[in-house]
């Protein structure tokens, strides 16, 4: 059975910070053009920035070689809600249980952070699996909380919360 390390991504370790920007961009490149890539150039510009403390973490997880092969950030959206983002497993890691394990974890760190309520916006079509990870987490859709304008028209985005 594959073994993952989960780790908070850190300023100050510019290694962690490299796998970090890489597993960003191999997310945008799995999305290609559904989402638009403009807020996530900039977040990959500014990381650990919006997903760093105090309001906020960003989770690298390695495999037992310590390739970094997921990812999940927790940031502020708004008094006492959060939102997870970019939640992102690499293929040859996934099957394994490793982005409900990201998932998890960025719900632990977001109910020491003090949020109350997490937010998240996903894809159908491309994103089923993580759909149904989300309902079983206890996700519910919810109304749209943030702007999206920089998506196409023709993606459909689901929009999810649940109580901390």
């Known amino acids: 059975m594959a073994q993952f390390y989960i780790s908070v991504v850190e300023r100050t370790d510019p290694v962690a910070l490299d796998d970090a920007r890489l597993l960003f961009e191999s997310y945008g490149e799995w999305l290609g053009d559904l989402v638009g890539t403009t807020t996530l150039a900039a977040e990959i510009a500014t990381l650990p920035a919006p997903y760093e403390s105090p309001s906020g973490i960003l989770l690298v ?46 719900l632990d760190h977001a109910r020491a952070l003090g949020y109350a309520e997490c937010y998240l916006t996903s894809v159908p079509g491309v994103m089923d699996g993580a759909l149904r990870m989300y309902r079983a987490l206890g996700f519910a859709e919810s109304e749209r909380f943030r702007d999206f304008s920089h998506v196409r028209d023709d993606v459909r985005l689901i929009f999810m919360k649940r109580a901390l």
């Open 61 to 106: 997880a390695r495999d037992e070689s310590g390739r970094a092969v997921g990812i999940v950030g927790v940031r502020e959206h708004s008094g006492p809600a959060c939102e997870i983002k970019r939640l992102f497993v690499r293929e040859e890691a996934r099957g394994h249980g490793l982005g409900r394990a990201l998932a998890r974890a960025g």
